[in-house]
């Protein structure tokens, strides 16, 4: 079956995380995606260096399935290359200040004249609308925050994640405002801005704390890996390492008790209900983590899953790389490239559809691997293209 996005042209001037993981999962699902990025290489695709030139881990997850073009866009040959290749586009993709857009030509009003329908979708940290919408920042940056990284934290210790998922999350909710902007053109024939942020994808993360915050002033602090919610919902030791419980409502609740011996607790008023359960959530741990102690990993895991109590092993990642159940899923697709020691187990799409699944099916290209290609299809001759080489413009 015909990949869904195929027919769909995608520039993709994206920036370390947000925006080229919005344009790889387009392209997952078939659209044409162009990686433009700078001369020397973009700063992404040396991040987590894995090879001897130093190119990044985070490169090859984010850039299957794209072609490559370098081009400096705030030279005058190198704007005109803009307009020609905008005049070929569906969607603009960059998570760049908008003074950076401008100066490149690929601001809203700039591209508008180009081609009337287009679709820009911009990714920032703070959004086009408030106090700190010229700041540059990182995903660190939105996750603190939005008081996540307070609570998520140890008292006088806030803690982010270690997982950039302000980054990601904003990447899959500007793709998902993309694909809707896309179905809108269908119906009016217009284009539209999507506008991403990482500080707008940590506040709604976050949200319900905020909420709980704003109408009963709980004034929480960090309990770690400790639910304030809910328990047992914390990470234990066990003879061989670890693993995490999560117990929410009262028949989990009971399920475990009957399990670790606690019989007499189902009944008790400090544990009658989840809040009470948070409240008391530190006695509950410590009575999860003794039972945990006695019993190796695997022992405890499959006491836990007989008494369908939900549970799951803390696993590295070479663990989760060669977990039984992760190999099972299919997700991991192994991508050679050049330079790279064996293959990298590059994860695709997240989502799993039915009928027109997301596929990866081609490695991230290398520094300009596809320029001349792209030139010669946007109408410049050979020679053309050999100027603007030793122009430095690609």
């Known amino acids: 079956m015909t990949a869904v996005l195929e027919g769909i042209r995608v520039l993709d001037f994206g920036r370390y995380i947000a925006g080229h993981y919005c344009a790889e999962l387009l392209a997952h699902f078939g659209a044409d995606v162009i990686r433009i990025e700078k001369l020397g290489g973009s700063e992404d695709r040396y991040t987590t260096p894995v090879t001897d030139d130093g190119q990044g881990a985070l490169f090859f997850q984010m850039n299957c399935n794209k072609r490559g073009m370098t081009l400096n866009p705030t030279k005058p040959e190198g704007r005109e290359v803009v307009k020609r290749l905008v005049r070929t586009a569906d969607v603009v993709v960059a998570n760049l200040p908008h003074p950076t857009l401008v100066e490149m030509g690929i601001d809203y009003e700039s591209l508008k004249p180009i081609k009337e329908d287009i679709i820009l979708t911009m990714i920032s940290t703070f959004g086009s609308v408030g106090p700190y919408s010229e700041r540059v920042g990182f995903d660190g940056i939105a996750q603190v925050m939005s008081g996540a990284s307070y609570i998520g934290g140890f008292p006088g210790q806030p803690m982010k994640s270690f997982a950039p998922y302000a980054d990601y999350g904003t990447a899959t909710s500007a ?13 009016t024939g217009l284009g539209q801005i999507v506008e991403g942020a990482l500080l707008r994808t940590a506040l709604a993360y976050a949200n319900g704390a905020m909420i709980e915050q704003i109408l009963l002033g709980v004034d929480r602090v960090g309990t770690g890996n400790r639910a304030q ?94 977990d039984p159940h992760v190999q099972a899923m ?57 100027a603007l080489r030793a122009r430095r413009v690609i």
């Not at 793709?175 to 119906?187: E, S, W």
């Not at 092993?313 to 070479?318: A, F, H, T």
């Open 229 to 322: 919610n809910a328990a047992p919902a914390d990470i234990f030791k066990t003879r061989d390492g670890a693993i995490i419980i999560q117990v929410v409502g009262q028949p989990l609740f009971e399920r475990w008790a009957r399990l670790v011996g606690a019989d007499a607790w189902i009944g008790d008023a400090r544990f009658a209900t989840d809040a009470e359960r948070g409240r008391n959530s530190q006695l509950i741990s410590e009575r999860a983590g003794a039972w945990c102690a006695e019993r190796s990993t695997a022992d405890a895991l499959l006491a836990l899953e007989e008494a369908r109590v939900p549970a799951g092993p803390v696993l590295s990642p070479q663990q989760a790389h060669d």
């Open 175 to 187: 793709a998902l405002g993309t694909l809707a902007a896309l179905i809108a053109r269908q119906k």
């Open 330 to 386: 299919g997700i991991l697709n192994p991508i050679d490239y050049p330079g790279l020691p064996r293959a990298a187990p590059v994860v695709g799409t997240p989502v799993v559809l039915s009928e027109t699944p997301g596929r990866v099916t081609r490695r991230p290209p290398t520094l300009g691997e596809h320029t001349d290609a792209i030139m010669a299809e946007i109408g410049y001759s050979p020679e053309d293209i050999a």
